[in-house]
């Protein structure tokens, strides 16, 4: 199947009907076999969220639903996907009284949220039709997708679900619900917030396809974050790698997982925004990487983060005992920036929500040696070359810049930076980025 697209439209592109007329005219303008992943339409998840954390929420929860899909989709509730837009309300109503009575419930939960990107399929399937398509509503564990965890999960199984796939059920344009699919206990799973994109990248892992192209409501993704007030243009091309590292650290416009399941193969993925002109190249396409020294592509900066020291003891058990340690961290979901040993002791940075959760784990393999807080960690992406970094900031004029070097990656150079003033650190630093090397 390798002549298949995989479109995926975010919440984000889900604001309004007529982003639905939209969708529409791209879908028929495309001459390859199309697959469609979507998102909840934009704010569902959150209310939902919000019903099953506080019950008297929910009270006209299923109405408002019902009301706002129904303008996005006028006649759905009369059309062939009338009888499963009703039961997916039906379930959101039982889901609730079901959680009103053991709140604890993570089956009534995780089928609550889900509904979300039911009602959502259901609606675009609904409209695609209207427009002489021959589109289909899929749930995403239906399909056979399944998730490597129960209840939540942090990726889709892909040889299991190349095992489980149902190949009959991608008939015509199928549009396919992101963000959840079927634990390994047979229940609901769901990925973290923002895993839609995974699942899109999983599904085109899985059906082999041509590419992935990812429809947001940005023009790519730019070198510098635009909450920083800083006005920078699309990267045109990006490593898998440095999109994973900018996006685990300032770039929300893609989730960090996203780029796992089709890196080993490839596929590439484009970044397109809705609302802009199609042309032939997307503003930022994502693919293997090109490690080019002295590219410096773009600066991502992480909030609130904190290095922890362990003594490391016997340099000949260092190997097995640091290996054990980052075992225990993923295993509690703790993301470690930078893992940097040394003969006598070893740094681990994390943010500083999990700082606890960090000093339990590894109080049990190594002694805490110091703790040293800082605001913000900076990563320049696209060069593991700290001199192309040296050779810039010295044109840079602000009594801000208090950079502590970290690490160098493959891909980057990291900096730990302690200012009360992010903003004007970002705004200085961003001329790094975009001015040329004096070398």
């Known amino acids: 199947m390798n002549d298949v697209v995989v479109h995926k439209f975010g919440g984000s592109c889900l604001r309004d009907s007529s982003d639905l007329d939209i969708i529409s005219t791209i879908i028929k303008s495309q001459p390859s076999k199309i697959v469609v992943v979507v998102s909840a339409l934009w704010g569902t ?219 080993d193969y490839g596929i590439p993925i484009e970044i397109r925004n809705l609302h802009s002109q199609y042309t032939d190249s997307a503003p930022t396409i994502i693919g293997p990487n090109i490690i080019q020294s002295n590219q410096l592509k773009a600066i991502g900066c992480m909030r609130s983060v904190v290095k922890i020291s362990a003594e490391i003891g016997d340099i000949i058990s260092q190997s097995k005992v640091l290996g054990q340690l980052l075992i225990e961290l993923d295993q509690e979901n703790i993301t470690c920036w930078s893992v940097k040993s040394s003969p006598s002791k070893v740094d681990f940075i994390v943010s500083q929500q999990e700082l606890t959760a960090t000093s339990e784990v590894i109080q049990r393999n190594l002694p805490i040696s110091h703790i040293e807080f800082y605001s913000c960690l900076i990563s320049f992406i696209g060069t593991n070359n700290r001199e192309v970094i040296d050779d810039r900031i010295p044109g840079i004029k602000t009594a801000e810049l208090e950079l502590t070097y970290l690490d160098s990656t493959e891909l980057s150079v990291q900096y730990l930076c302690n200012t009360d003033d992010i903003i004007n650190l970002m705004k200085s630093l961003s001329n790094v980025v975009l001015k040329k090397s004096k070398r």
């Open 45 to 263: 998840t959150d209310r939902l969220l919000r019903a099953a954390n506080e019950p008297r929420y929910a009270t006209r929860l299923v109405s408002d639903l019902r009301k706002q899909h129904l303008r996005f989709s006028p006649g759905i509730d009369e059309s062939i996907f009338a009888e499963k837009f009703n039961n997916v309300l039906l379930g959101i109503d039982k889901s609730l009284f079901n959680l009103s009575k053991n709140p604890e419930s993570s089956v009534d939960v995780n089928t609550l949220l889900a509904a979300g990107e039911r009602l959502s399929a259901l609606v675009v399937a609904n409209e695609l039709r209207k427009q002489g398509l021959d589109a289909n509503a899929v749930g995403s564990e239906d399909v056979g997708i399944c998730l490597n965890g129960t209840d939540t999960a942090t990726n889709v199984d892909i040889e299991k679900s190349i095992t489980m796939l149902d190949h009959s059920a991608f008939r015509g344009i199928p549009v396919i619900t992101g963000w959840f699919g079927e634990g390994k206990d047979g229940n609901l799973a769901l990925l973290s917030r923002g895993g839609s994109d995974h699942t899109a990248a999983a599904v085109a892992r899985i059906l082999d396809a041509k590419k992935l192209i990812l429809w947001k409501d940005v023009d790519g993704v730019l070198s510098v974050n635009p909450r920083w007030g800083v006005n920078s243009k699309p990267i045109p091309y990006l490593g898998y790698d440095e999109a994973r590292e900018l996006s685990r650290v300032d770039a929300p416009v893609i989730h960090h997982t996203t780029m796992s399941p089709v890196k």
